[in-house]
């Protein structure tokens, strides 16, 4: 069939859905490699810690900004530059030589991701704007999201252990190379530009304001924690709240007055919008940290290789892709009670993996519990991002894909800081497999935690399909 003969839209989306599977897989990436990396820079603990943290917190920093740049410069513009960023960056990667120069390669590396990102989202509210095409393009983008997470575990492992011409840990990176040069012949030929608003001038001030609150947030739950939370930590805490104030100050006093601001803070008073914020956030709070002391857990308290934990990892992917898959349909058919059965489910495993899990398990019941958890967790992942964006009118389009990309990764942040450090700090300096397990079984305890508080969140939510919703949308 000739490309004349498809439906465009559907070809433009699948170019943009490049940006969360490349951004996401470089998420994960480098947790299953960290060893490798490790002994390759000859990279201190501390600096290892950096090589995670700085990718973060330069992709979560910059989330609103990039989603805000795409409305006034333009998506496709925003989208090519962010992709070819992406792309020169991750070559830095692979070509580090000291552990500082990969720390500050992976800082510019999650800048121009944060770019890239949010106009893939922002895209779908115009290419999609019938309601149930929108709902399939946003949950293709969480399912990318999802089976990218899980892909980049895969590879971590699978690559670290590899030698071909150069260091297996440097492969990690140059596999961004071929799919960023596709993805920017294919931007460059088929995606249409999107309409400019050009209104006023762009807002510097509040991108200043907004991103030092962010870092101030960010770096000290991130490092904190490993330097023991000495003063400095706590002040850059206590600072990033009064800087949060002020910038919702600034932005009220800016829109009040007609004058170009970065957020219009009058997004947040679509009910439904911030219920799916806090949806998303307590969600990926779990998954992501979920993830992490996962993968401690498996190579270190269960001596487990980082390939052999890949291929764990594969058997939650084939499960989470198939109930990913099938949670797209079962949405437009009955409404978010489809998601309302993935959290039970993945409580459930949390409770037997707390059992099972121990030094010695056979394989096959880590392949069936890891198995579960990809089927719980896919019947809500890909439909997270339409929960938090159904309702969101075009001309927010660009400042709620900020919003929710930032909300998304503040929350990783938070996950890993939080419960990975109760997963640190139950562990202490004992490192028996006992210790591992009791540090794991904490650490789950906080993910039903989190678990629980979505199944009440999924409750307050209106229906995805229900009237309300629909008229919602009509309305704004």
Known sequence: MRLKEIDKRWFQHLILLSAPLLTVIDVFIVNVAIPSIKKGLGATNGEIQLII???????????????????????????????????????FCGLATTAS????????????????????????????????????????IGFTMGVASILGQFLGGYLSGVYFIVEG?????????????????????YLHESEKNRSGKFDYPGVGILTSGLMSLIYPLIIGREKGWPLWSVCLLTSSLLIFAYFIYNQKKKLAENRSYLI???LFRIKDFNIGIMLVAFYFMMHTSYLLICTVYFQNGLHISAYQSGLYFVFFGIFFTLSSLLSIRLVNTFGKRALQAGPPIV??????????????IKPSYIYVLMSFYGLGGGLVLPSLINMALKSVPHHFAGAAAGVYNTCQQVASSLGISIIGGVFYSVLGSDNTGSSYHKAFCYGLTLEIFCLIVVIVLLYLLPDIKSKKMEASIATH
């Open 53 to 91: 943290a700085m990718y973060l917190l330069g992709y979560a920093s910059f989330q609103i900004v990039g989603g805000r740049a795409g409305d006034h410069f333009g998506r496709k513009k925003v989208f090519f530059m962010g992709m070819l960023f992406f792309t020169i960056t991750s070559c």
């Open 101 to 140: 120069e990969l720390i500050i390669a992976r800082f510019f590396q999650g800048v121009s991701g944060a770019f890239m990102l949010p106009q893939a989202l922002s895209y779908v509210q115009i290419l999609f704007p019938l309601p149930n095409e929108r709902t399939k393009a946003i949950g293709l």
């Open 169 to 189: 840990w440097r492969l990690i990176f140059f596999i961004n190379l071929p799919v960023g040069l596709i993805a920017l012949a294919a931007t460059a030929k």
């Open 264 to 266: 219009n803070m009058q």
């Open 347 to 360: 409580i459930v495993t949390f409770i037997i993996q707390s059992i099972l899990f121990l030094p010695g």
